[in-house]
């Protein structure tokens, strides 16, 4: 076998679940760009419409790919399209495409998942666990499989505060098995009543069906080369193919994009928990590298008894708290601020309790106060709703952002290791070296460039520069004022009793 990353994917054929996912697009182009892989099989839901093949050919636009094509001009004409849906029975693929897999695909990267957190649990569970049995199924078919890297979530096993790089089917209230063998007997909707009593402690239907899916693993991937990878909150990439590429407002970005509009201005956030995120670039390489290491175990010791599993998050000699974060993003509303802000850009941490009673006064409040303004001049009100949809949304995410885990990495320092200096350097993941100032800045231009869709010129910048100015007066105008209102109400009072 060839030594290192490059030389084990030369040639080889992969076939790579959630292809058209932020995280699935970065590593398309990753292989595409530094490994002469052979082919990429794309699993790909068919839209009503459209032809699977003109998906694809949409990534000849997409910026991420911009780099690739630069250098690399027919790179896309590898990547060919399965259709196929994970909500499927037999995924939705066809026999004749079931065959070609099993005949041609030696490496396997299972990153299709819904990551909503509110997910009913009958489609969480359909597209997170089922789907992975489904999955290794079809992959015990493959006959020149060598490595197959399934993609967790760090949070799988959010229950426990100190998580380490090992299974645990104790935090479940009943095994996979059962849990399956439950959804195809009874209806979807007495599936989701049943939610709090199949999840126990764990938050979500995401958390939950993705402990799920770890433990059909140990329970049904028998021989084959696999592991499973555990990545914390994925956010921007850091340095490739572009600097702060992301396409999506999932988790904290949504929240530090709310308030860089100057809509969010009040969260529940525990300033001094621990943060866990990760750059989507570093993340992919240590998909790469856990896809070669799988290979290389699996031929040096035979059958591995359990899958092994790598955990990536923050060092720690390298943290970082919810409080850094904030503060991160409101220092560049006076670096970048948008052009379309809506009001001047802060944010309040406060307690759980008292969220309610500052989310009234701060956001919905004003909220009702903008949408009549809107209905005056014949446009739709919008603020409401959308407070609506940002309270459901910091209240799904509070138990991660008041609660800190310790997670081991062991594994994964181990794995780091071994690599070759040159492996090393083209495909760093080394978090303790990462530097946090630097990466908040890259993805915070980036959040303003590729999400809020502002070009990164001086005309913009100095557009947002002026825009801040008169919002940052008119907010400590009215500030004045309505403290000065509750003062002189106060006095009136008291001289009132007196």
């Known amino acids: ?30 292989l595409l760009r530094t490994t002469e892989v052979n082919r990429i099989y794309s699993l790909i839901r068919p839209k009503r419409g459209v032809p699977i093949q003109e998906r694809i050919l949409t990534w000849e636009k997409d910026p991420v790919f911009e780099v690739l094509l630069k250098t690399k001009p027919d790179a896309l004409q590898r990547v060919c399209p399965i259709a196929g849906d994970c909500l499927e029975p037999d995924l ?19 990153g299709a998942a819904t990551v909503r957190f509110d997910e009913a649990l ?22 020149n499989l060598v490595s197959y890297v399934h993609v967790s979530t760090a949070y799988s096993n959010c229950v426990v505060s100190d998580v380490a790089e090992r299974f645990y089917p104790e935090n479940l209230n009943c095994s996979s098995d059962k849990v399956l063998a439950l959804g195809d007997l009874i209806s979807n909707e007495l599936l ?42 994925i956010m921007s990439t850091y340095k490739e193919p572009l ?92 670096v970048i601020p948008l052009t379309q802000m809506i009001w001047y850009p802060f944010v309040l941490c406060i307690s759980k309790s008292l969220f309610p009673f500052a989310a009234f006064f701060l956001h919905t409040l004003p909220g009702y106060f903008v949408d009549l303004l809107l209905r005056l001049k014949g446009r739709k009100p919008i603020l409401v709703d959308l407070y609506r949809k940002i309270h459901k949304n910091i209240t799904v995410l509070a138990p991660f952002t008041t609660n800190t885990w310790n997670f081991d990495m062991t594994n994964t320092n181990e794995l780091r290791e071994a690599l070759s200096e040159k492996d090393r350097n083209l495909y760093d993941f080394d978090m303790a070296r990462l530097n946090w100032d630097d990466y908040f800045k890259i993805a915070m231009y980036g959040m303003r460039h590729y999400i809020a869709k ?36 106060l006095w009136s009072l008291a001289k009132h009793l007196v």
């Open 92 to 110: 939705g693929i066809s026999e004749s495409d079931r065959r070609i897999l099993a005949a041609e695909v030696e490496v396997v990267i299972h």
């Open 454 to 489: 502002e070009k990164p010129t001086p005309e913009s910048v100095a557009k947002g520069m002026k825009l801040r100015i008169r919002l940052k007066i008119l907010h400590y105008v009215f500030t004045s004022s309505l403290f000065s209102a509750a003062g002189f109400a």
């Open 122 to 143: 009958h489609l969480a569970l359909a597209i997170n666990a089922r789907a992975t049995r489904l999955m290794l199924n079809l992959a015990k078919q493959m006959t």
């Open 1 to 30: 076998m060839d030594n290192g990353i490059q030389g084990f994917f030369r040639n080889k054929t992969v076939f790579l679940t959630g292809a058209t996912g932020f995280l699935g697009k970065v590593i398309t182009e990753k």
């Open 192 to 233: 989701d009543k049943m939610s709090p009593s199949l999840m126990g402690s764990f938050p979500n239907t995401y958390t939950y069906t993705k402990a799920l899916a770890e433990d059909v693993i140990l329970r049904e991937a028998g021989n084959l080369p696999v592991s499973i990878f555990r990545p914390a909150i």
């Open 243 to 334: 600097n702060g590429w992301v396409d999506n407002l999932f988790g904290p970005l949504a929240l530090c994009f709310g308030a860089a509009r100057g809509v969010m201005r009040v969260t529940t956030v525990d300033p001094n928990a621990k943060m866990s995120i990760v750059p989507a670039d570093f993340c992919v390489n240590l998909t790469l590298a856990c896809a070669w290491k799988t290979a290389e175990n699996s031929v040096a010791n035979g059958k591995l008894k359990t899958p092994p599993i790598y955990t990536f998050a923050p060092s720690e000699n390298n943290q970082l708290s919810y409080g850094s974060f904030i503060s991160s993003s409101i220092y560049y509303r006076d």
